[in-house]
């Protein structure tokens, strides 16, 4: 043997062994694409949250994950679509993600929720609740609700879809144009 070939032996077998020693694994996905614990997978589903046979809203999702023997669902990319008693749209509701449970008939948004009523006013939180039963949407978190010309913040609010009668709960700031207070 050469000295050039065991020289060349050696680089290639010194090269094999710190290649055998790599403790580096294949690479991890860091968010789990198919919850394992789902009992369903469905895209692209509508559901119609009823209120005593009245279609109080519609809410489509790009994809719909059931637990619990098929009592919650947790939906992606929600659009839901609110309706009056008469049948005439309130509002539309867009969020990341949903939480809607069949036992109670109740939905939750999360994830940049925004809710734009019929005449245009725009209501944005990190969190929504919807209760059919009621015709309500609330949250105990942080909104901004746009009126035109009109910015009200606060913290926790409880309201029709349509946003017509609101109750702030705390820390209600109100800019923008003149704000008119009834008389009783």
Do not use: W
């Amino acid at each position: 043997m050469t000295r050039a070939f065991r020289f060349a032996l050696c680089v290639a077998a010194v090269g094999g062994i710190s290649a055998c020693q790599d403790t580096q694994g294949p690479p991890v996905a860091t968010e789990m694409l198919l919850p394992d614990s789902a009992e369903q997978m469905l895209f692209g589903v509508s559901l119609i949250l009823t209120d005593g046979g009245v279609r109080r809203a519609i809410v489509k999702s790009d994809t719909l994950l059931t637990y619990d023997d098929n009592t919650r669902s947790e939906l992606r990319k929600v659009t839901g679509t609110f309706f009056t008693v008469a049948g005439e749209q309130d509002a539309v509701l867009t969020s990341r993600q949903a939480t809607h449970s069949s036992r109670l008939g109740t939905m939750e948004a999360r994830g940049d929720v925004i809710v734009v009523a019929a005449d245009g006013q725009r209501l944005s939180s990190p969190h929504l609740k919807y209760d059919p039963s009621r015709n309500e949407i609330s949250s105990d978190s942080a909104f901004t609700l746009t009126q035109g010309a009109r910015v009200t913040r606060g913290v926790g609010f409880v309201s029709n879809p349509d946003m017509t009668n609101m109750r702030i709960l705390a820390g209600a700031q109100i800019t923008g144009q003149d704000v008119r207070i009834p008389r009783r």
